[in-house]
């Protein structure tokens, strides 16, 4: 009965009935609510002690994972020492090897240097034995021993010589001298004399200074054939390096040294001369100079590229040209008395004597009441006298044309002279552009002392000039230049100084 009881407990349908009969039975109503309190601590402890173990479980297995963590960070370390003295144990090594390979090879550099200064005692003295030897045999021998100085320690290149020591012997022609030099013996003599105490260098330890006259003669024979470096190295018997170094420096010591002699302008009693030996050429009075702008083809320079650009030259030779100027007047005979050298060849005339310091000194009336004839290029100035330049021109500014044209043709001659003489003005040079206008200003004192000197040029050999004149876009900057030109045109049409070549 009690399990049918406890079935129909179970069942919510018939759960009403269940409970009126047990209240007609109360005994087995309290038996039945003690059978179920015994369940219900049956279930609490097996759940005490399930949550017991589970609790025991998992204390276990923490434990176990941290024992297992703990032996890995053990064995980790003990690793990481074992890997750690393996490293330490290798660099030693290798310190004692390395240590050990420095030491062989110092005691063997030391052994090496012993052996060289053996070497170096047995030739010192093998070279004293041979000096004595020698001094018993000659003394002359002797004293020109100890003139040489020490003997040298650094290796040169032999090189030949002997072009340069056939030019310079006594028996070399004067005539031969002259093609190669384009001058004589003795103007090449008076140059090296004055440049002497500038460009002499002395002896060393290393090696022989070159000479003075060699000195200056790789200087003017390059300035005069223009010729690459690696030409006249083999003609002198010297590096290409040391070649360059050369021009430059002989090129610096006669801008330096023979240029305030022979390139200035004259003093009051040269000025005199000047205007007298003018106007006999042309009749003109007070004329002191006549100027003249060349340009001296370059290669292309890295910066300012347009500024350097000629564009007559390359519609001329139908070749890109680039240029700089140079800017002389000149004296009767054709010798500057002043330069202005380096603007870029893309300027016109009026605009390089603009910032010439010629300009500047006649702004301070430097030149008041003389003359300077300038070609068509130049403005007509209060000092700068020039041609007619418009069309229709009357016979007597025809007959003053030719008569400037014949002052003119002085500095024309006279640049034409100064390129035919310098080779190296003639074309595209390697010097660089910042040390181009010593060069320059080196070949126009070498041309004044030369002309002073009378050296003449053959005449088949003269190189012609092709410099075209722009005119100036305000040719006229002087009203009173401009009546006294008028003048000098006027007196000389009818005090019979004109020209005759337009009036027959």
Known sequence: MYMKLLSANQDPDCSTSLHRILDLFPHTRIQMDETQQQNQQRKRRRREISDAGNSDEKQVKVKGLNEIITSLQDQEKDDLEESNRGEMVSYEENHRERKREILDYSAKSEGLHRDAER????????????????????????????????????????????????????????????????????????????????????????RDAVPVRQRVAVCVWRLATGEPLRLVSKKFGLGISTCHKLVL??????????????????????????????????????????????????????????????????????????????????????????????????????????????????????????????????????????????????????????????????????????????????????????????????CCVLHNICEMREEGLKPLDKFEIFDDEMVPEIGLRSANAMKARDTIAHNLLHHNHAGTSFLS
Not at 375 to 402: C, I, K
Not at 411 to 417: G, T, V
């Open 119 to 206: 070497a170096d005692g047995a030739r010192r003295r093998k070279s004293m034995a041979n000096s004595v030897a020698a001094a018993g045999e000659d003394k002359t021998a002797v004293t020109s021993d100890k003139s040489a100085g020490p003997q040298r320690r650094l290796w040169v290149r032999n090189r030949s010589k002997d072009w340069w020591e056939q030019c310079n012997s006594p028996e070399f022609p004067d005539e031969e001298f002259k093609k190669a030099f384009r001058m004589g013996k003795g103007t090449f003599d008076f140059i090296c004399n004055e440049l002497s105490s500038v460009v002499a260098k002395e002896n060393t330890m290393l």
């Open 249 to 442: 420096e002989v090129c610096s010591a006669i801008r330096n040294v023979l240029m305030p002699k022979f390139l200035r302008w004259p003093d009051d009693e040269g000025l005199s001369r000047f205007k007298a030996e003018f106007e006999a050429i042309s009749g003109i009075p007070n004329v002191v100079g006549s100027m003249y702008t060349t340009h001296i083809p370059i290669i292309a320079p890295k910066n300012s590229v347009a500024a350097y650009f000629n564009r007559r030259h390359t519609e001329r030779n139908q070749k890109t040209s680039y240029s700089i100027t140079v800017q002389g007047v000149v004296d009767p005979r054709g010798v500057f008395t002043d330069v202005c050298i380096g603007y870029p060849g893309s300027m016109p005339d009026d605009q390089v004597l603009e910032k010439s310091t010629l300009f500047q000194r006649a702004n301070a009336g430097f030149y008041n009441g003389v003359w300077i004839v300038g070609g068509s290029g130049y403005p007509l100035m209060d000092w700068v006298l020039v041609p007619y330049t418009h069309q229709h021109l009357t016979w007597t500014q025809h007959a003053f044309n030719e008569k400037i044209a014949e002052v003119q043709r002085a500095a024309k001659d006279s640049f034409a002279r100064l390129k035919t003489r310098w080779g190296c003005l003639q074309k595209r040079t390697e010097v660089k552009l910042q040390d181009l206008p010593i060069v320059l200003g080196a």
